[in-house]
């Protein structure tokens, strides 16, 4: 295998100019484009392999970002992942992705295993309050999605209760008044932001809240749990005529219940979620979705965490508004 020393012999330059070039830090150090090429070509042909370990002991970095959700297969942590690391890898850093899977346990363990592994910094949507668990000394981390109130910086959120409110406007609008809600465990303070606008929505609109319509699932949305939440909505002398759903995988869901157990409901109910499917393009019932701006919420939660692992401070805190997709 090729060294530093090797390439500098090939190459008729220093050490320090190959280590410079390799690092992708050659124009900041004013290394000509020419002297630059002509390593990069000689350590192609020497097929150099970088020593990662090494690299990161004498830089004092890993070169590596956590990213920690609690579910990767939910569309919307997926697309956030994968813009996480297209903006990472511009930077010359590679991503390690788990899955907590709201459990507040595994996602102590999870943490702590990329803490021992040296990594630079986390980004994460939280299970629990990660601040009141994090151990002493400054970690760069960036939380996103569920934000707790003791987050006062380097976090990015949507205004989960404004969108909730336009979402509940939109099915009150088209005349219902009789609207159910589905949601994950109330205690993740986006979704209890979630069902404030909700309710809000409803007082505004002069629109008796009833808590029985209120849904929260027990665990993670699936086929079975969110059609006992739609049998209970539908069923009765007084059904709903409308559902909000606080999560696109409920509201999938939803979809699948409503076509293979209540087809005769298909032209009549009326649906509203957070985030968008492809699927709300064309399946019954219609869906308003409130569209989160993925790659706005990727690029500052990297921009962010960059801010800490390279000057050590906390960036503010970033909140964006969501687009209303009526369908």
Not at 23 to 52: C, F, M
Request: glycine share 4%; with cysteine.
């Amino acid at each position: 295998m090729s060294s530093l020393k090797n390439i500098a012999e090939h190459a008729g330059v220093s050490k320090t100019t190959v280590s410079f070039v390799l690092n992708g830090r050659g124009d900041e150090k004013n290394i000509s484009a020419e002297t630059q090429k002509k390593v990069l070509d000689t350590a192609k042909l020497l097929n150099y392999q970088p020593n990662h370990l090494a690299r990161s002991l004498s830089m004092g970095r890993s070169y590596t970002i956590g990213f920690v959700v609690p579910d990767i297969s939910n569309p919307f942590f997926g697309k956030i992942a994968r813009l996480v690391e297209r903006f990472a890898e511009e930077k010359k850093y590679s991503v390690m992705v788990a899955s907590t899977d709201e459990n507040p346990l595994k996602e102590q363990k999870i943490i702590e295993s990329f803490r021992n592994r040296q990594i630079d910094g986390i980004i994460i949507a939280p299970s629990s309050n990660v601040l009141d668990k994090m151990p002493s000394g400054n970690f760069p981390m960036v939380v996103f999605d569920r934000v707790y109130s003791n987050q006062s910086n380097s976090f990015v959120d949507i205004n989960n209760k404004e969108s909730a409110s336009k979402l509940t406007r939109q099915l009150i609008d088209k005349g219902n008044r009789r609207i159910g809600l589905i949601s994950l465990t109330s205690y993740l303070p986006n979704i209890y932001q979630r069902i404030e606008g909700y309710k809000n929505a409803l007082a505004d609109n002069a629109i008796t809240i009833d808590e029985t319509v209120i849904k929260e699932l027990d665990g993670k949305p699936n086929k079975e749990n969110v059609k006992g939440m739609m049998d209970q909505l539908l069923s009765g002398e007084d059904p709903v005529t409308a559902i909000l759903f606080l999560n696109n995988v409920c509201a999938a869901e939803g979809i699948w219940t409503v076509n293979r157990h209540y087809p005769y409901l298909l032209d009549q109910l009326q649906f509203a979620c957070f985030d968008n499917l492809d699927v709300f393009d064309y399946a019954l019932p219609k869906v308003t979705s409130a569209l989160q701006p993925s790659e706005d919420i990727a690029r500052s939660c990297v921009r962010m965490l960059f801010q800490q692992i390279e000057s050590k401070k906390a960036s503010n805190g970033q909140r964006f508004s969501t687009e209303i997709i009526e369908r």
